[in-house]
C-alpha cells in the first residue's frame, strides 16, 4: 500500500478533527466567560 | 444625460487632482520602469528569452503597478475625507463607482502608454500593435473594474496595503491568464481572430464584474 | 433540551458515515487496475472538492442574502461556510498533490481540476483574511458579503481560463482517467454523504460558536453601558 494513499487519509481525518476541536475549544471559552457573568450575581456598583 | 454628466466631473476631478500633484503617476511610472528592468535582471531577458516572457513581464508589471496606484488613490480620497463629499454630491452611487473606475482606468493608461515603448527596447519584441492596444484596454478596464470596488473595501480594513493585493490579485487570476495569453498570441504572430477565445473571456469578464460591482457597490461605500 | 440532542445526534450520525465510508474506500471499493491504490485517494479527495465548492456556493447565496435584509444570522452562515469549505479545499488540494506525484509523476502540475481547487484556497484565505481585519461588525459583514460574491463569480471564470490555457498548451496528463464500477459508484456516493454529514454538523457548530460571541458581546456592551465593567 501506497504511502501517499496513507497520507491522504491521515489528513482527511485530522483537518475535520482538528477544524471541530478548534471550534469546540472557542467555544468552550466564550461560554465559560458567558457563564459567569450570567449565573453569578451581577458584580455591585462601587 | 445627468448621470454622465455627474460620472465626467468625478473622472475630470480625479484627473485635474493629480495632474497637479502627479503623486500617483510618478510612483505607478517609476515602479513599472523598475519592474521591467529588474525582471530583466533577474530573467535574463534577451532575445528569444526576451520575446518569450514578454506577455507574462508586462501583465505582472501592469498588475503589481496597478495596486500601487489603486492603494494610494483610494488613500488620498479618505483623508481628504472625498468619499464622503461625493456621497453627498451625487444620489446614485452607481455614478461614484463609474466615475472612480473610469478615472483608475484612465491613470493606469496614461502608465501603460509609456510601458508599452518602454518594453519594446527592453524586452526586443513589437509590442505596439493595434491588436495588442485592445486586449491592453480590455485588461486594465476589468482591472480597474475590480481594482475600484476592492480597493474601495480595502482602505478600511487595518494594514490596508497589505490587504488591497491579498484581496484583489485572486479575483485578478482568469483576467490575467486570458490576457498574457492574448498578448502571446499576437506576438507569435497570430491574428486577432485566432486568439478569439481569449478576448471573448476578457470582454465576459469585464461585463460580468462590472455588473456585479454596480450592483454591490452600495454596500461597500455605505458608512 | 431538544436541540442539544439534535446537535448530538447529527455529530454521532456524521462520525458514523464518514468511518462507513473509510471503511469503504479500503475494503469495499476494488482494486483500480491501472493505478493501483492509489486511486484510493479519490473517493474522499472528490467529495471533498464538490463540498467544498458547495460550502463557497452558500457563502455566495447567504452573503446576497444578507446584503438585501441585513440579518445578522445570514453573515453567521455566510462565515461559517466559507471557514468550513476552506477546511475542505485545504484538504483537496493536499491530496490533490499527493494523487498528482504517483500518477503524473509531479508533485504539482497545473490540471485544471487541481488549478481550481488552488484558486479557490486562495480567494477564500483572502475571505477569512478580511473577516479576521478589525472593524465593526456590520461592516465586515457587508464588505465579506461583497467579496464572497465577487469570489464566487470569480471560480467558474477561473475555470473556463484553465481549461482553455491547457488544451492551447497541451500536456501529457495520460492517467488520472478511468472507468467507474458499481462498487466504485457506492463509494463516491458514501463518501459524498460522509462529507455533506460533516458539513452540516462543523457548519453547525461554527454558527453556534458565533452566536455565543455575539450573546457575550451584547452582555459586555450592556455592562460597559451602565458604568460596570465587572471582571471582563
Known amino acids: 500500500m501506497s504511502e501517499h494513499l496513507i497520507v491522504a487519509y491521515v489528513i482527511f481525518c485530522t483537518v475535520p478533527l482538528a477544524l471541530s476541536l478548534s471550534i469546540a475549544w472557542r467555544r468552550r471559552r466564550v461560554r465559560r466567560v458567558l457563564r459567569r457573568h450570567t449565573t453569578v450575581d451581577k458584580p455591585s456598583r462601587i | ?223 | 433540551m431538544k436541540r442539544q440532542w439534535w446537535d448530538w445526534g447529527l455529530a454521532i450520525a456524521s462520525v458514523g458515515i464518514f468511518l462507513t465510508a473509510l471503511g469503504m474506500v479500503f475494503l469495499y471499493a476494488p482494486r483500480e487496475a491501472t493505478m493501483g491504490e492509489i486511486q484510493r485517494i479519490f473517493y474522499f479527495h472528490v467529495a471533498s472538492a464538490w463540498i467544498g465548492f458547495f460550502a463557497f456556493f452558500v457563502t455566495f447565496l447567504t452573503g446576497v442574502i444578507y446584503l438585501i435584509t441585513s440579518q445578522r444570522r445570514w453573515d453567521v452562515l455566510s462565515l461559517s461556510s466559507a471557514e468550513v469549505g476552506l477546511a475542505f479545499i485545504t484538504m483537496t488540494v493536499i491530496t490533490g498533490s499527493l494523487w498528482a506525484r504517483p500518477v503524473w509523476g509531479t508533485y504539482w502540475t497545473w490540471e485544471p481540476r487541481l488549478t481550481i481547487s488552488a484558486v479557490q484556497w486562495l480567494l477564500y484565505v483572502a475571505y477569512v483574511m478580511l473577516r479576521t481585519s478589525t472593524l465593526s461588525q456590520e461592516r465586515v459583514a457587508r464588505f465579506a458579503a461583497v467579496y464572497g460574491i465577487v469570489a464566487f463569480v470569480t471560480v467558474p471564470l477561473s475555470w473556463f481560463a484553465i481549461r482553455w490555457w491547457r488544451t492551447i498548451h497541451p500536456e501529457i496528463l495520460s492517467g488520472g482517467e478511468m472507468a467507474i464500477t458499481p462498487r466504485m459508484l457506492h463509494t463516491l456516493l458514501v463518501s459524498l454523504a460522509a462529507f455533506t454529514a460533516l458539513y452540516v454538523t462543523l457548519l453547525r457548530q461554527r454558527a453556534l460558536l458565533e452566536r455565543d460571541r455575539d450573546r457575550l458581546a451584547a452582555l459586555q456592551a450592556r455592562w460597559v453601558a451602565e458604568g460596570d465593567i465587572g471582571d471582563v
Open chain 2, 1 to 223: 444625460m445627468g448621470a454622465l454628466r455627474q460620472i465626467g466631473a468625478i473622472v475630470a476631478k480625479d484627473l485635474a487632482a493629480e495632474l497637479h500633484t502627479r503623486e500617483i503617476l510618478s510612483a505607478m511610472f517609476v515602479f513599472a520602469v523598475l519592474a521591467l528592468v529588474i525582471f530583466s535582471f533577474a530573467l535574463d531577458l534577451e532575445g528569444a528569452a526576451g520575446r518569450a516572457a514578454a506577455p507574462g513581464v508586462l501583465w505582472t508589471t501592469i498588475a503589481f503597478s496597478g495596486t500601487l496606484g489603486l492603494s494610494r488613490s483610494l488613500a488620498r480620497e479618505q483623508q481628504t475625507a472625498g468619499i464622503s463629499g461625493l456621497l453627498l454630491a451625487a444620489e446614485d452611487r452607481a455614478v461614484i463607482f463609474a466615475g472612480k473606475a473610469l478615472g483608475s482606468f484612465l491613470l493606469m493608461l496614461i502608465v501603460e502608454a509609456v510601458l508599452l515603448p518602454l518594453g519594446t527596447v527592453l524586452l526586443g519584441v513589437n509590442l505596439l500593435r493595434l491588436e495588442l492596444g485592445l486586449i491592453v484596454l480590455l485588461g486594465t478596464l476589468g482591472y480597474a473594474t475590480v481594482g475600484t470596488l476592492i480597493a474601495a473595501i480595502a482602505v478600511n480594513t487595518r494594514a490596508r496595503e497589505v490587504m488591497l493585493p491579498i484581496l484583489l490579485l485572486p479575483l485578478l487570476i482568469p483576467l490575467l491568464i486570458g490576457a498574457v495569453q492574448a498578448t502571446a498570441g499576437l506576438l507569435e504572430g497570430l491574428r486577432l481572430a485566432e486568439v478569439g477565445v481569449w478576448v471573448r473571456l476578457l470582454v465576459v469578464y469585464d461585463l460580468l464584474m462590472a455588473a456585479v460591482a454596480l450592483l454591490t457597490f452600495e454596500s461597500v461605500v455605505e458608512v
